[in-house]
């Protein structure tokens, strides 16, 4: 590094300067150069580095947008149209945010599929994997504040629909609806709010848990997973001590993703230049409507990265809660037989809980809560309970899945079956979520939400009868 | 390997979701046209008519007179025939009356039109604007089947003249009456013209699609820019796309 110009000196000067009294080259070593990773990566690996991309492009537009927009219910409309017309490269900007969001979901959500694909939420990186949860949580929150900020009908309608599932919950459901309005509708006082959540506090809480999600990944004993789902740290080169299997994360993948980014953004500029509505997914036509408390939209559709989570909610019905009572019946009492069975004590998603002999008691008691519930509480209480489950179950995957090996490569047909009715569910039910509501639309968002929630609570039972393959011992 | 059929389904399930989100005027088939940006003498007669007959009622207070020189306009030009509303060429599309007025008169406020073709989409407008029809119900005494009673009258109907709503019997294509389950004939509701206009129809067809075209260009001026940068940036990129190939390439030829 020191041979050449005196340039080359003085910047190595500085940089030795630096490196005394930072660890500068011991974090790139730890983070990039000695960083060392499977080398058989594929397709589905470059969509973590993308979302930090995307992340990046966010916070850099954002920034930019926010120093000629107004928070405020009479100039936020004008204010983006302004920002569109007016300041100089400010419909580049706006359209890259706009699009940026939808592909953060985008990026987010195949990185999580990469998760299922391979069974990278797996021991030993179940806290990789939970943090990963609440950055999605987080992601959601701060698309749904972001949303609110152009003050168009859809935006004041979905924050206003969204808001008020809170005033669904019992008791202190509508005073907590007031709370987080800080009105009795969604007002000026609500953007102003949702403005300081979406431009300072959610975006430190995403970089926060970006940078633990990162940590996580790269401590000693946890690393990249990969597509055999095999640990390569249990083969290390006994000189080195490096996994035989792995390669530097810099110079290999940095400059395969950097490839992978150029790619994206190629992709991504055909919609930013020529299709920046993409037809009405990315930018919604109703919300170059201004925002209007007094005429309700005929048809109220969030943007399409929550339509799945969204038809959840409207596909629980009265009817519905009867097929929730009739599933979790069958589970009390195929628990208890179980528990039955095995002496050993009751057995919930295999975990073995010693509890007292009247165990039976125990479940009627539970039941019987449950069933008082179902009466008592409306289909818009459930449809909010479930809505939120749709979401959260993704953290329980470590310990649904029972199944003796991480990769789908080695894994039977039948986590394959489930995995493809679970994507196919997905997708319908974020597809029937934009749509006009129909009978039949509602029937089959029904049984694609119960194949949704099917593939979390049968993993246990299908992965652990499903005939594996034996993972080979060294990467493929 | 049965990701690639677990690709395949998602691939058939994002073409099925590619039918596209709901649009309002369900129900009314639209006419479809293709607008044509670069079109400036539709584009001018399109300004002509929005400021002489919707510029008085509807603003459109998000752009500025000076835009319209980029329908090759010069100052002079905009300030003689077109800016009926302002002093100043820099000045936005405002209109005379105040909002609590025209809910006095109206009841409601004519909304600004700065991106109404964002929002309705240029079909619709095509559609709403040719397709008023006399109706003796209504407050205004015009109909339309697009916005079932509209609050605006047809603003247009010196030059379109006056259509009426009239039933017709149902054909096929070879000319045969289609019957219904009980054997009756269908009735279609279909648009005559009663009395002409100042305009023949096709002239009048053409009065509409320049307003919708101006409408979609006003929507966002910018978007003849956006695709001419966007060939650029595409151009710029795919060659990025292959530099970093052949470094990846380069970088990765010793990895087995």
Redesign the interface.
């Known amino acids: 590094m020191a041979n050449g110009t005196t340039g080359n000196a003085w910047a190595l000067r500085l940089f030795e300067w630096v490196d005394s009294r930072f660890p500068l080259s011991a974090l790139w070593k730890e983070h990039l150069s000695e960083y060392y990773a499977p080398?058989n990566f594929n397709f589905w690996y470059y969509f973590g580095s993308l979302s930090l991309l995307v992340l990046v492009l966010q916070t850099i537009t954002g920034i930019f947008l926010t120093m000629n927009y107004k928070p405020d219910a009479t100039l936020a409309f004008?204010s983006v149209?302004?920002i569109?017309?007016e300041v100089p490269w400010g419909?580049?900007i706006r359209?890259l945010h706009s699009t940026g969001a939808s592909a953060f979901f985008i990026c987010v959500y195949l990185h999580m599929f990469r998760a299922l694909?391979y069974g990278s939420y797996r021991k030993p990186r179940e806290l990789l994997w939970l943090v990963g949860v609440l950055i999605f949580l987080s992601l959601m929150a701060e698309a749904f504040f972001g949303y609110l900020l152009p003050w168009g009908q859809m935006s004041y309608w979905g924050a206003q629909v969204i808001v008020n599932l809170f005033g669904a919950i019992p008791f202190v459901g509508e005073d907590l609806a007031i709370w987080i309005r800080g009105d009795y509708v969604v007002s000026d006082a609500t953007l102003n709010r949702f403005f300081a959540l979406h431009v300072a506090a959610l975006p430190l809480v995403l970089v926060g848990l970006v940078v633990v999600h990162i940590l996580a990944l790269h401590d000693e004993h946890v690393g990249s997973n990969n597509p055999d789902g095999i640990e390569i740290k249990k083969n290390k080169d006994p000189v080195t001590g490096i996994p035989r299997d792995a390669?530097p994360f810099h110079?290999?993948y940095t400059?395969?993703d950097?490839?992978g980014a150029?790619?994206f953004?190629?992709v991504f500029?055909?919609i930013?230049?020529?299709a920046?509505?993409l037809?009405?997914?990315f930018l919604?036509?109703?919300n170059?409507?201004?925002a209007d408390p007094l005429k309700t939209p005929?048809?109220i559709?969030p943007v399409?990265y929550f339509t799945p989570y969204y038809s959840v909610l409207r596909a629980t019905t009265d009817e519905l809660k009867w097929v929730i009572g009739a599933a979790v019946a069958v589970f009390m009492l195929w628990a208890y037989l179980r528990y039955r069975r095995r002496t050993g004590g009751l057995v919930i998603f295999g975990f073995r809980l010693s509890l007292p002999t009247s165990i039976g008691m125990v479940l009627l008691v539970i039941g019987a809560v449950l069933f008082w519930l179902l009466v008592v509480l409306e289909a818009k209480v459930w449809g909010v309970l479930l809505m939120g489950a749709s979401v959260v179950i993704f953290a329980f995957l470590p310990w649904l899945d029972r199944s003796p090996v991480k990769s789908?490569?080695y894994k039977g047909?039948m986590y394959?079956l489930a995995?493809?009715v679970f994507?196919?569910a997905f997708?319908?039910l974020?597809?029937l979520g934009?749509?006009?509501p129909t009978p039949t639309a509602t029937r089959i968002a029904q049984v694609s939400m119960i194949a949704y929630f099917a593939f979390f609570l049968l993993m246990p039972w299908y992965t652990s009868i499903d005939k594996t393959k034996p993972p080979p011992e060294r990467l493929t | 390997m049965n990701v690639k059929r677990i690709l395949a389904a998602l691939a058939a399930a994002a073409f099925a979701a590619a039918v596209g989100p709901v649009r309002a005027a369900e129900g009314v088939k639209l006419d479809d046209i293709e607008v044509n940006l670069t079109d400036v003498a539709s584009l001018q007669s399109g300004a002509r008519t929005f400021v002489n007959y919707c510029l008085n009622c509807h603003s459109a207070s998000l752009v500025r007179y000076s835009a319209l020189r980029q329908l090759d306009l010069t100052d002079e030009q905009i300030k003689d025939n077109l800016m009926f509303t302002a002093e100043k060429i820099g000045m936005p599309m405002d209109i005379a009356m105040r909002p609590r007025d025209a809910k006095a008169w109206f009841a409601t406020v004519p909304p600004d039109l700065s991106v109404i073709a964002r929002a309705r989409g240029a079909d619709w407008l095509y559609t709403y604007l040719r397709t008023f029809y006399r109706d003796a119900s209504t407050p205004t005494g015009w109909n339309n089947p697009v916005y079932t009673s509209p609050v605006m009258p047809h603003v247009l109907w010196k030059l379109q003249g006056e259509q009426v709503l009239k039933e017709v019997p149902a054909t096929t294509r070879d000319g045969r009456p289609v019957v219904d389950e009980h054997g009756q004939p269908r009735k279609l509701a279909k648009l005559e013209l009663a009395a002409p206009g100042r305009q023949s129809t096709a002239e009048y067809d053409k009065t509409a699609y320049d307003l919708v075209n101006f409408l979609v260009w006003m929507g966002e001026p910018n978007q003849l820019e956006r695709k001419r940068l966007g060939i650029w940036v595409l151009f710029g990129l795919t060659v990025l796309v292959f530099l970093t190939y052949f470094l990846k390439l380069v970088y990765w030829k010793n990895v087995h």
């Open positions: 080398k004008a149209e302004y569109m017309r419909w580049l359209y694909l390669i110079p290999y400059v395969k950097i490839f150029m790619v953004l190629l500029s055909v930013v230049f020529f920046p509505e037809g009405g997914y919604e036509h109703n170059f409507i201004p005929s048809h559709a399409w789908i490569r047909w394959k995995l493809a994507a196919i997708i319908v974020g597809y934009m749509q006009v």
